[in-house]
Nanobody, 120 residues
Framework: QVQLVESGGGLVQAGGSLRLSCAASGSIFSINAMGWYRQVPGKQRELVATITSTGRTNYADSVKDRFTISRANAKNTVYLQMNSLKPEDTAVYYC??????????????WGQGTQVTVSS
């Protein structure tokens, strides 16, 4: 079994910053891409940012130049630094990891989600 545990969400005023963390644990052999997605009620979950095991990043246009994704491979942890937050960034943020388990099973795991609320 593999678990992803997110932390760092909360309430912040527009223009403020938050840093999300997501730690993967369990029967992990290796992790390929890791990423952050977000979802608001009534809408589909959308990509925010991804990062490969070699550090290549990809961002949604709406967060480019404001958000930075990074990872600590030795800790199986991914981070999302969010600056210049806007009310439209309000959502539940989910962590995702493409894991190869110790039994050589490949699967995409999700965290439980963390709420980010940006007030105007």
């Amino acid at each position: 079994q593999v678990q992803l545990v997110e932390s760092g969400g909360g309430l912040v005023q527009a223009g403020g910053s938050l840093r999300l963390s997501c730690a993967a644990s369990g029967s992990i052999f290796s992790i390929n891409a890791m990423g952050w997605y977000r979802q608001v009620p009534g809408k589909q979950r959308e990509l925010v940012a991804t990062i490969t095991s070699t550090g290549r990043t990809n961002y949604a246009d709406s967060v480019k130049d404001r958000f930075t994704i990074s990872r600590a491979n030795a800790k199986n942890t991914v981070y999302l630094q969010m600056n210049s937050l806007k009310p439209e960034d309000t959502a539940v943020y989910y962590c995702n990891a493409d894991v190869i388990t110790t039994t050589m099973f490949a699967y995409g795991y999700w965290g439980q989600g963390t709420q980010v609320t940006v007030s105007s």
